[in-house]
């Protein structure tokens, strides 16, 4: 009885036709909610990722502050020790030496910035670290040229 009603057009028949094609067409246009929604989901599943892996590393957290405490102390005692030997410079008479000495220090400061936000990003804004890893791998990778005098 199907068969003679989908020959002879009956509205059930019609019916199933059109709302495949409105199915089908449906299906080929990707709106900007369906972005968005799948956009939300890469977001969630991303966050989720990262927590997931902090709480399964959740025993290495000594050793990564530790780690992170020496990199960011070395990094500190770099930055301070450029910027008093630049100060003292302007109160000597032969200040050629220390303002050498002075950017030199700061340059190995500034190649350790990748690694100081790597440090930043991970304690303080770890969903956001796929954004914030190329920059700082691409400072980080960048050394200082030694001058020989």
Known sequence: ????????????????????????LDSLVYTEEEKATLA?????????????????????NLARRFIALMITVIWLIQYLVAMILGIVSVWVDDS????????LIGEYAESMNGAMML??????????M????????????????????
């Not at 939300?40 to 290495?60: L, Y």
């Not at 050629?96 to 950017?103: D, I, M, Q």
């Not at 440090?119 to 956001?128: C, M, N, Q, R, V």
């Open 40 to 60: 939300a989901k890469d977001r969630s599943e991303a966050r989720s990722m990262v927590i997931r892996w902090m709480e399964a590393t959740q025993g290495q």
């Open 130 to 149: 796929g954004s914030i890893v190329g920059g700082a791998l691409t400072k980080f990778g960048k050394t200082p040229t030694v001058k020989n005098n």
């Open 1 to 24: 009885m199907n068969f003679i009603g989908k020959l002879f057009g009956t509205e059930k028949a019609l019916n199933t036709v059109i709302s495949s094609v409105k199915n089908g």
């Open 96 to 103: 050629e030496k220390l303002n050498n000495s002075a950017t």
């Open 119 to 128: 440090i930043l990003a991970f304690y303080f804004a770890a969903p956001h």
